[in-house]
């Protein structure tokens, strides 16, 4: 965590100016520039390379449609490297039986994603993978997890005859990187790593081969089918290869697709549009992102150093360094309806049309390589598989320096859902970020991030191929280099401006404001006007943009690399739903915490690596605010997953999402008067928030309800830090409101407010000497302004980690005050009573339960750290203050107040035990419905062995019925209605329905028993465990019950179990009424 | 690879005997060029080789002050080893530090390892506590003694060396805790229905 800290600090400094001479510790020096420029530069060397390269590649490409016949097997992999460096095998090799797979536009990486379940066995042991790939040709592979090196290894089907016929190549993971062991070149997930080893062998004897049936399916459905099978696809008659596919020669296989390429290029909708068009094309939805691609070569042999970047950025850290990094800044993208008038009078807006070739561009110059593979690449003329994702180029060989993905399909079967067109968008653009940043991973000759789009939605493609609408909505891609370039000129000047300034900055005493305010107002007048005609998003992740060593030289801790992106709001109102997922707490607040990422608390060890990315945001957040949710899904992996995990916890037919979904609204009824009711205290309350999070995590990691599981895309290490983000955004963000008024609440009707309140204004009046300040002197009351102005953003921040995040930096401004003040440094002796001082002086009594909610919430792993060590300071002050009185008559704290501390301390470092769901799984959703006035809801608290006549007590209460005898409890299913049993286990019925592979909603009802003479038992079992009366219901006014989801599919099979039997009605016209919870 | 494991170490101390500057010449004299400075001194860490093991010092100073005595519990809880620090030529530091020690013996963790470090050793002449006395009772509590200079870099290193020959080293890193990695994927329902 420190580390990110120290990221912070450096940051602080270059753009402060003005901190290094107080430091605690001096960072390397010589960096006086914010890192936000030297992204500029690099986007401006790199601007420059490509330029270069474009021209050389237009004079000696002489295989145009060998290449994009490559792209096109490629599909979503995108590889791409410096033509001088030596692939290995790498693309050369890769004629092989990688290329047979991609006949149909599904990408491999396509039908790894959908085939996970066939390759990806992570409980297999040796033996077991020895035996499914015994009988399978050379190549083929199956990736699981060996118990002995503790790691996931490829299981590696050797030649015939080979010594040991399956041989285990293991993966390396780290900071959010697979790789190979020995290999240079990292992926950001699993089935980017797999795909691209199924192109070329890497560090593998041969290419991995994809089963026949699998890389040969035409269609998603057909790899659907192999997917159902699962594990015993290898046993099934599919999974029985013959041998001769085993081996395949290629070379002239990428040639075969030429054609077929070659005339969809044709359609090209590639337009451009000016910065101006993108401001105001909100209704019509322009897209666009910067997206930024690394890519580092290592050079221990000083050899291939054709490429070398920091001979630009800095040529004498070359000599200190063998590294070096290349980052290839892509090129915006836009996506819209509308076809207007485009910017820079280049290009047709006109979709399909072909004369529309960006290559017309040119002289915007930005992105050429990149751009003259999108014109190649246009969306084909029919729609694709929905599983596909749109191919995309893959500059392969000699087109290494753009790696980027473009590609907009505009079919309408894709509108018609938000998300999975979102998906399929975001994995087209989506970035890896490459782990050969990481200082701790092993030398490596060469490191590519190579992103590879991957659909993340992976639900049923038969929803999306349900046409909705029509195709009356063409989606241009859009390049637009000249709004990059002005920007980053601009950016460029207004760097040297701010160099020239800095000496005269140096007595700024509060560096570190200059930086946050600076992002957050955005408005700070000269930063890059032209920006601000485009909306910016920026990844609220800490990962956006790498800073590595060969090309900051200034920057010692190299990290990741990964997207950032501009985009415009969304096209159209299919989209805008995705803006409700847009949910980053950032963008509601409007203040800019993501610029705090930079200090944002990580688990130690984590977060060094992670932290690097400054970030564009910084600078153009607030000309770029106008970001909609539709680029969302240029996602880092742990975006991505996190995205994955908030999908399905809104999915109450899964378990996980039933769970979450019955918490949310367990505490959420009756606006908080519920959780008021519930809990006896706030700090009851936040532990239960705690327990429901760290059960929901250890769930996670545990069940298989994630798909495809997060143990592929994301390193071990990493995903608790991921997951617990995602219950976060999860749960504290819609409770947040809510927690904050009950915990004020509590603490009201305890009466500690009224206590807390005046003994901080007693605290307030006085002098800082009487508070403990010694030699130090105190801040002014701008000082204190400022402090206030940060807690009150810390205050509306709803993630526990970046309120620490805030606070840490009230710290930093508190140290900085005294260090500038006196130019020695300070320790806890000084620093303590000054912060105690400093929160009397902000007189803001509610920072009280703010320090409890993060003391309570935030990740125990985070407890020792530096985070940790503050919020405790934090709160020792916070006691010191409430106790005042109390404290000037004993000069002590109360013996309770350290008893608190005590027990706070017991509780929160010996709770991470892994805990059971089974204490959330005591929610129970129960509708009520009545003749007249519709249905209404309640989550009841149930616990799992309540019979259906407590429950039904429990219902008469909440819903304050007058004759409970007449009310019975019901459960709905597709068209069935039974009423249950009073000594029935509704908490059970629950479990098992949602145990079926096949769930279907179900609601529990509790009505009106109707006219005993209608009611035909129709079946009663009597070994059913859950002794359900079964029963049929003939009111027709279900249609009464409305919830959140609508389910008018009628004829599913039920799926039901056994122990369940239930007998359909037999009016079956009642199953198209829409019940749904 | 060694595996780096994190140590809360907890400074304690009268105000003002240089608590803080031991933490500080510790981290700095070895200033490393990726490890840039944190928020403040009073929390930092560094980490040193031990063995097989690297072990990170996650240093939380407390304030010396009576009044914030009584927060002391949040800081030393959970500390794998706590530095009490005394000034040799002010006796009452040696009489707080007494009183720490037996605090820590009433409520601190049991494992914890205690280091006594006598501070300003470069004022020898205006000592007044004297090395034996104060040696002599460090071994009564089995705590680690040593007379330190954080203005000098005498002992500073040695201090923390002979803390982490203290820590037991861990004996059976776990191995088996990822053993349950049982997954047998269900082929998805075809009709699972998203909302």
Not at chain 1, 279 to 304: D, T
Not at chain 1, 477 to 497: G, Q
Not at chain 1, 972 to 992: N, R
Not at chain 1, 1042 to 1054: E, K
Request: hydrophobic residues 35%.
């Amino acid at each position: 965590m420190h580390r990110s800290l120290d990221e912070k600090d450096r940051k602080d400094k270059r753009q402060g100016d003005s901190m290094s001479s107080s430091a605690v510790i001096q960072p390397s020096q010589g960096d006086q520039t914010g890192s936000f420029f030297k992204l500029i530069d690099s986007f401006a060397w790199e601007i420059g390379t490509l330029k270069k390269e474009m021209v050389q590649k237009a004079a000696r490409d002489p295989e145009p449609d060998t290449l994009q016949g490559l792209d096109v097997e490629l599909g979503g992999l995108f590889f791409h490297a410096p033509p001088s460096v030596g692939l290995g095998a790498g693309p050369a090799g890769a004629g092989d039986s990688g290329y047979q797979s991609m006949r149909s536009r599904m990408s491999v990486l396509d039908r790894l994603v959908q085939t996970h379940t066939v390759w990806l066995q992570l409980g297999l042991s040796h033996a077991e993978a020895t035996r499914i790939l015994l009988p399978q040709p050379t190549g083929t592979f199956l990736v699981r997890k060996s118990t002995t090196l503790q790691r996931k290894v490829i299981s590696l089907r050797m030649s015939l005859d080979s010594e040991t016929p399956v041989k285990d190549f293991p993966v390396t993971e780290s900071q959010y990187m697979f790789s190979l062991e020995g290999s240079g070149l990292s992926f950001a997930d699993l089935f980017r790593l797999v795909a691209f080893c199924c192109i070329s062998r890497d560090v593998l004897p041969f290419t991995l081969n994809l089963p026949k049936t699998i890389s040969a399916a035409q269609t998603p459905n057909d790899l659907e089918e192999v997917a159902h099978l699962g594990a015993g696809f290898w046993d099934s008659e599919l999974g029985r290869q013959k041998k001769s596919y085993a081996s395949w020669s290629s070379g002239t296989n990428p040639q075969r697709q030429s054609p077929s390429l070659r005339q969809r290029s044709v359609t090209t909708p590639l337009v451009t549009r000016t910065p101006s068009q993108l401001e105001c094309s909100q209704s019509n939805g322009a897209l666009c992102f910067i997206n930024p691609l690394f890519l580092k070569v290592h050079h221990p042999e000083g050899v291939n150093q054709t490429h070398q970047p920091c001979a630009y950025n800095d040529p004498h850290r070359l000599n200190d360094s063998t590294t070096a990094e290349v980052t290839v800044v892509q090129q915006q993208q836009y996506c819209t309806r509308d076809p207007g008038p485009l910017g820079d009078g280049t290009c047709g807006p006109v979709p399909h049309s072909p004369g529309s070739s960006p290559q017309n561009h040119d002289n915007g110059g930005i992105v050429g390589v990149s751009r003259s593979n999108s014109v190649s690449r246009p969306p084909p003329p029919r729609p694709p598989p929905p599983r596909s994702v749109p191919t995309r180029p893959a500059p392969l060989g000699r087109q290494l320096s753009m790696p980027q993905k473009i590609s907009w399909v505009n079919t309408p079967k894709e509108r018609e859902k938000g998300s999975s067109l979102l998906s399929r968008l975001g994995s087209s653009l989506s970035i890896s970020p490459s782990s050969s940043f990481l200082s701790s991973s092993p030398p490596k000759k060469l490191s590519i991030s190579a992103p590879i789009s991957i659909p993340l939605s992976l639900s049923s493609p038969t929803n999306r191929l349900k046409p909705t609408q029509p195709p009356d909505i063409d989606c241009h891609l859009a390049l637009d280099d000249r709004t990059i370039e002005n920007a980053i000129s601009l950016s460029l000047a207004k760097m040297s401006l701010r160099n020239a300034d800095s000496p005269s900055d140096h007595r700024d005493p509060a560096p570190s404001n200059v930086e946050d305010e600076g992002g957050r107002d955005g408005g700070r007048g000269d930063s890059v006007q032209r920006l601000s005609d485009m909306s910016l998003s920026t990844d609220s992740s800490a990962d956006s943009l790498d800073f590595s060593q060969g090309f900051f030289p200034p920057l010692p801790e190299p990290s990741p690399p990964t997207t950032d992106n501009l985009a415009l709001p969304p096209l159209n109102n299919a989209y805008s739903s995705m803006e409700d997922e847009d949910d980053d707490d950032e963008d509601e607040l409007g203040a800019s915490p993501e610029s705090d990422q930079d200090l944002t608390v990580t688990p130690p060890g984590l977060r060094g690596k992670r932290a690097g990315a400054m970030v564009i945001q910084r600078a153009l957040r607030g000309h770029l605010r106008k970001m909609s949710g539709v680029f969302n899904s240029l996602l880092t992996p742990e975006k991505r997953a996190v995205r994955r995990v908030m999908e399905l916890s809104r999915d109450k037919g899964s378990y996980f999402g039933c769970l979450v979904q019955d918490y949310l609204s367990y505490l959420q009824e009756g606006g908080g008067s519920q959780v008021c009711q519930c809990h006896a205290s706030g700090l009851e309350l936040l532990q239960t928030l705690r327990q429901f999070i760290t059960q929901m995590k250890s769930y996670l990691c545990q069940s298989s309800e994630l798909d495809p599981p997060i143990q592929s895309l994301i390193p071990e290490d990493q995903i608790d830090y991921v997951l617990e983000k995602a219950m976060h955004k999860i749960v504290l963000k819609p409770l947040k409101g809510m927690v904050s008024g009950a915990l004020q609440e509590f603490q009201v009707r305890s009466g500690a407010w009224k206590i807390l309140k005046e003994n901080l204004t007693l605290a307030k009046a006085r002098q800082p000497r009487e508070m403990g300040v010694a030699d130090t002197l105190p801040p002014d009351p701008v000082a204190i302004e400022k402090i206030r102005h940060k807690f009150s953003t810390m205050c509306k921040l709803y993630s526990p980690e970046k309120k620490v995040t805030m606070l840490l930096r009230v710290c930093k401004l508190i140290y900085t005050i005294m260090e500038d003040n006196s130019g020695r440094m300070y320790g806890a002796d000084d620093f303590l009573p000054m912060l105690t001082y400093v929160l009397a002086q902000c007189d803001m009594p509610q920072l009280d339960n703010e320090i409890l909610y993060m003391m309570e919430l935030l990740d125990p792993s985070l407890l020792h750290g530096e985070g940790g060590y503050y919020l405790t300071s934090a709160y020792g002050a916070m006691s010191l203050i409430r106790n005042f009185q109390e404290e000037q008559a004993a000069c002590v704290l109360s013996s309770e107040t350290r008893d608190t501390l005590h027990q706070w301390h017991r509780r929160r470092t010996t709770q991470r035990t892994a805990p059971s769901v089974d204490d959330f799984q005591n929610y129970l959703r129960v509708a009520l419905q009545e003749l007249d006035s519709g249905c209404t809801a309640k989550t009841l608290q149930v616990q799992p062995y309540a019979t259906t006549e407590e429950v039904c007590q429990i219902c008469a209460y909440k819903f304050t019925v007058p004759d409970p005898e007449n009310y019975a409890l019901f459960l709905l299913t597709e068209g069935s209605s039974q009423q249950l049993a009073s000594d029935t286990y509704p908490q059970k019925i629950k479990a098992e329905l949602h145990s079926r592979p096949q769930a279907t909603p179900f609601y529990f009802v509790f009505r009106r028993v109707a006219n005993l003479n209608d009611l035909a038992v129709t079946s009663l079992d009597p070994q059913s465990n859950l002794n359900v009366i079964l029963s049929t219901d003939s009111k027709p006014d279900l249609t009464d019950i409305t919830q959140t989801r609508l389910d008018p599919q009628p004829n599913l099979n039920l799926g039901l179990s056994p122990s369940l039997s239930l007998s359909l009605p037999p009016n079956q016209h009642k199953s198209s009424n829409s019940i749904s919870i | 690879k060694m595996a780096i494991r994190e140590l809360k170490v907890c400074l304690l101390g009268d105000t003002g005997v240089g608590k803080s500057s031991i933490v500080c010449r510790f981290v700095q004299d070895h200033f490393d060029h990726n490890i840039s400075p944190t928020i403040g001194a009073s929390f930092l860490t560094k980490t040193v080789p031990c063995g097989h093991e690297l072990h990170k010092f996650l240093i939380w100073d407390t304030a010396g002050q009576e009044r914030f005595h009584s927060l002391a519990p949040m800081y030393y809880r959970g500390s794998a080893a706590a530095v009490i620090v005394y000034d040799i030529t002010r006796l009452d530091s040696f009489q707080t530090l007494k009183k720490w020690v037996k605090e820590l013996k009433e409520h601190g963790p049991d494992d914890i390892v205690v280091a006594i470090a006598g501070n300003k050793n470069d004022l020898g002449d205006i000592r007044e506590v004297p090395m034996k006395e104060a040696k002599d009772f460090a071994e009564s509590i089995a705590a680690i003694f040593i007379e330190t200079s954080a203005r000098n870099a005498v002992n500073v290193d040695e201090l923390f060396q002979k803390i982490s020959k203290q820590i037991p080293p861990l004996d059976n890193p776990e191995v088996d805790s990822n053993e349950s990695f049982k997954i047998t994927r269900q082929p998805p329902p075809s009709n699972k229905r998203c909302c």
